[in-house]
């Protein structure tokens, strides 16, 4: 049976947000994003039209779009839509996996012969339309990266469809930055070779690819060729990271119980940032002496921001711990994980916090997870 994969993508997401709750900002250059020092989080067409993109200090963006309107992101109210988006989507289809806050598969694999791939998705589209009032663009094909590639050749609002005979035609003459793998290194060291096009990359031996980027070389091949057998996971809120603290001795040092959970928080986070999670609830367990154990959570804008997570965790340990005993065990749990690039709180966080952050997982990459860390996350 052939496969038919859907891709699913909220158009500007956050602009779009923002445009239902103030209709004048429609057709507007738009820039979402934090104070003047602060970095853009998202933008409009009509603001990317002047050469506004996402991650650009939003002093270089106004001098690219003075007229822009710049607005300071409510990621709480965009996780909320996200989440109203995703209830829509989950009752209409079989299979759907949440790639990140804006972005969804769909396995409809089977489906044509009730009703039509296409026509399914399209019917989903104009559901979550119609039920959000947010923009969404699609594109249907047999895998998930020519699904990929189609709904962002389809924007905005599209649909497009692209069958088994149309894959290589598809994307033979597009840039190989299309392919969701090839990052800016890349793209400049294909370049430079004067590969530009995915029809030039699939012409090339899987050998040569191999030696140019390691293991990630047949990964790149495949793709260059419209092939692509990773499944559509299914969407569950259940997916998690944790990790717990056993007390050498029984303790009531409220500033040393402090100082193990920033350390737990941060590396946690680094977890999310370097695996590409976000999170969305956060929970804490503590178990006293007496081994009672307790545990509170709370739901929160999708993030993976150290500051912004050690903060809820905070919040929740000085709720839980409501008795003057000592306590045995402490825990940190993140879940309804979802997929995302939005790895700083970009409405938040100024381009020197987001460039520390950056600056402290490079060297978590490169010498290990213990080998920076706050000052806060110390036990002395």
């Known amino acids: 049976m052939e496969r038919a994969i859907a891709h699913m993508d909220l158009d500007t997401f956050f602009v ?20 003047d020092r602060g970095v853009v989080a998202s933008c409009s067409y009509e603001a990317r039209e002047f050469g506004v993109r996402s991650a650009m200090p939003i002093r270089m963006a106004l001098r690219l779009c003075p007229e822009a309107r710049v607005i300071k992101g409510d990621m709480e109210y965009y996780s909320n839509m996200s989440h109203l988006v995703t209830e829509v989507i989950q009752e209409k289809v079989p299979i759907l996996e949440k790639a990140s806050i804006d972005e969804f598969y769909l396995d409809l694999s089977g489906m ?11 019917e989903v589209a104009d559901a ?11 594109a249907l094909s047999t895998n ?3 699904s990929k590639i189609g709904t962002g050749e389809s924007k905005p609002v599209g649909k497009l469809e692209v069958k088994a005979l149309d894959v290589r035609p598809f994307l033979n003459p597009l840039s190989i930055k299309k392919i969701p793998m090839v990052g800016p290194e890349t793209f400049q060291l294909f370049s430079r070779l004067g590969v530009k096009t995915i029809k030039t990359l ?39 990271i944790s990790t717990e603290n056993t007390f ?34 956060v929970s804490i367990k503590i ?13 929160i804008p999708y993030t993976s921001a150290d500051h912004t997570l050690l ?54 990459d490169r010498f290990g997870p213990s080998s920076v860390g706050r000052a806060s996350g110390l036990i002395l």
């Open 16 to 35: 779009s947000c923002e445009r239902l709750k103030n209709s004048v900002l429609e057709k507007q250059p738009v820039i979402i994003g934090g104070d």
């Open 112 to 122: 044509d012969k009730f009703f039509g791939c296409y026509q399914w998705t399209n």
């Open 128 to 138: 979550v339309m119609k039920n959000t009032g947010l923009p969404i663009s699609f």
């Open 144 to 146: 998930k990266t020519v």
């Open 202 to 240: 699939s012409e090339m031996p899987v050998h040569v690819l191999q030696e140019l980027v390691g293991k990630n070389g047949t990964t790149l091949w495949k793709k260059a060729h419209g092939i692509d057998e990773t499944p559509v996971v299914p969407y569950s809120e259940r997916k998690s």
């Open 248 to 281: 050498s001795q029984d303790t009531i040092d409220i500033q040393n119980i402090r100082s193990v959970l920033s350390g737990m928080v941060e590396k946690l986070c680094y977890q999310l940032r370097h695996e590409k999670w976000l999170t969305s609830t």
């Open 287 to 299: 178990r006293y002496a007496n081994f009672d154990t307790e545990t509170k959570q709370c739901r």
């Open 311 to 364: 903060r809820y965790v905070l919040e929740l340990f000085n709720k839980v711990y409501t008795r003057r005993m000592r306590i045995r065990l402490i825990g940190v749990r993140f879940t309804g994980l979802v997929h995302g690039l939005h790895q700083m709180d970009l409405f938040e966080d100024t381009e020197e916090l987001i460039s520390l952050y950056q600056t402290m997982d490079h060297l978590k």
